[in-house]
């Protein structure tokens, strides 16, 4: 697939819409990680230097399709401005007189910050005219968002069948990057998904088994397979209604060639905060009063022999609840020991998401794996073989048919 970069591109006096992930990490109204606006910020610099505005549009957390404060994009603007060293404007509607007015007060090399997009609902359905409404801000449309590639929503992939399109430095380094490490994996292939997206994640890993040797299922994802295999597990977080899918997973696994690992200590409270009194069972032991925080050290202990049978790792999703120690012990245990297996040259170790990416940092190892990307669900679909629709919007041989197929 060819697509066309900002080098392609004549941002002087133009307004540009660039697609953004800003959706980072928050607690107590603060960024916690700022890596996912740290790698936007080339592109950024490179349409202002080249005297062009920058209009940022993207998405803040999951707010159903209506307006939510804890989910305003305000909230993420002071750690931009610090990021970038400039002022950035921001509107409270992503199209409207609010947005239409911020883009005129806007000078050449002046950054705006639109709000969140799915305040929203058309920005899920990619509703055409939410996407007019976006696209009459700007002249050009920068995808720079590759971690919401694998979302065919209005402003990743509707906005690239109407305006002239390129992607940001992001999604090609992201590209580039991923095909590199990954492109042809070195076997045996490991990955491991945990994290607390589990109706988004569930159904992928039905693909993604055909495309690994092993799978380690952690963290939130993990609690939907014990009660898959019929075990208790208290309060914790899970989506028992997709029961079924995991269980088709498990049952697939092994024709597919993929071995599945699941927890077998589990580490348990009563309340998910600090200092609360936890404990450490086998894994069918769960209290009905309580709830899986993390993964216990004979889980740690076999997943880190499974790294050292392993060329590849793949991880996306932390394996505990790791906001709050103790329950970040699994995750930064195995972060370790893949740090340490990828610096010893035997382990290619590629992590991305959001909160993966915040763990392994708070981990202090980011710096130590093969590959750190800005994308979580988005960077295991493109491991399936999946085309994403925000990337392939921008190819350049549909360019050719935008005028075709819109008529607003
Ligand atoms: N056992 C668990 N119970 C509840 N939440 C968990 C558990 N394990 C992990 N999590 C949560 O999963 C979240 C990260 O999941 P996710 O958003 O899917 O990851 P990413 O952003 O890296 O793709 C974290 O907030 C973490 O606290
Ligand atoms: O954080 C994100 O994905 P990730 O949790 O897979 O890293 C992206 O912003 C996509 O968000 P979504 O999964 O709500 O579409």
């Known amino acids: 697939m060819a697509f066309k970069t900002l080098d392609d591109m004549d941002f002087a006096g133009k307004t540009a819409l660039v697609r953004v992930d800003i959706n980072v990490p928050l607690k107590d109204g603060r960024v916690t990680d700022a890596t996912r606006i740290e790698r936007i910020l080339p592109t950024i610099r490179h349409i202002t230097e080249?005297?062009?505005?920058?209009?940022?549009?993207?998405?803040?957390?999951?707010?159903?399709?209506k307006p939510d404060p804890d989910m305003s994009l305000s909230l993420v603007r002071p750690a931009l401005e610090a990021a970038l060293g400039q002022p950035v404007a921001f509107a409270e509607n992503c199209i409207g007189i609010p947005a239409k007015k911020a883009v005129s007060e806007l000078q050449d090399g002046g950054v705006l910050l639109l709000e969140n997009t799915r305040f929203h609902a058309g920005e899920e359905t990619n509703d055409r005219m939410l996407v007019a409404g976006m696209a009459a801000l700007g002249d050009i449309y920068v995808n720079d968002a590759f971690s919401a590639a694998h979302r065919a929503h209005a402003s990743t992939e509707g906005l690239a069948q109407l305006l002239p399109s390129c992607a940001g430095r992001l999604m090609e380094a992201e590209l580039k990057a991923l095909d590199a490490a990954l492109g042809t994996p070195e076997r045996p292939v490991a990955a491991i998904v945990g994290g607390a997206k589990v109706s988004t994640k569930l159904d992928l890993l039905s693909n993604l088994i055909t495309r690994v040797d092993h799978l380690v299922i952690g963290g939130g994802m993990a609690n939907t397979f014990l009660v898959a295999q019929g075990l208790a597990i208290g309060t914790s977080l899970a989506e028992r209604d997709m029961a079924d899918t995991a269980r088709d997973i498990l049952a697939n696994a092994e024709e597919a060639g993929c071995t599945i690992h699941l927890p077998r200590d589990i580490v348990i409270a009563r309340?998910?905060?600090?200092?609360?009194?936890?404990?450490?069972?086998?894994?069918?032991?769960c209290p009905d009063d309580a709830m899986i925080l993390d993964a216990g050290p004979e889980t740690i202990a076999a997943i880190s022999a499974l790294f050292a049978d392993c060329r590849t790792l793949v991880w996306n999703g932390p394996l505990g609840a790791f906001e709050i120690a103790p329950f970040d012990t699994a995750t930064n245990a195995c972060a370790q020991e893949a740090a340490r297996l990828?610096?010893?040259?035997?382990?290619?170790?590629?992590?991305?998401?959001?909160d993966t990416v915040s763990a392994l940092n708070k981990a202090g190892v980011a710096d130590d794996f093969t590959y750190i990307s800005t994308a979580g669900g988005a960077f295991l679909e493109w491991m399936e073989g999946k085309t994403l629709p925000g990337v392939a919007a921008l190819d350049s041989e549909q360019a050719s048919n935008k005028d075709k197929e819109w008529n607003i």
Not at 52 to 65: D, E, Q, S, T, W
Not at 271 to 285: C, M, S
């Open 342 to 354: 990828t610096a010893a040259g035997s382990l290619i170790s590629v992590a991305g998401g959001g």
């Open 271 to 285: 309340e998910f905060a600090a200092g609360a009194a936890h404990e450490t069972l086998p894994v069918d032991q």
């Open 50 to 65: 080249a005297g062009g505005k920058v209009v940022l549009l993207a998405h803040f957390g999951r707010p159903k399709g």
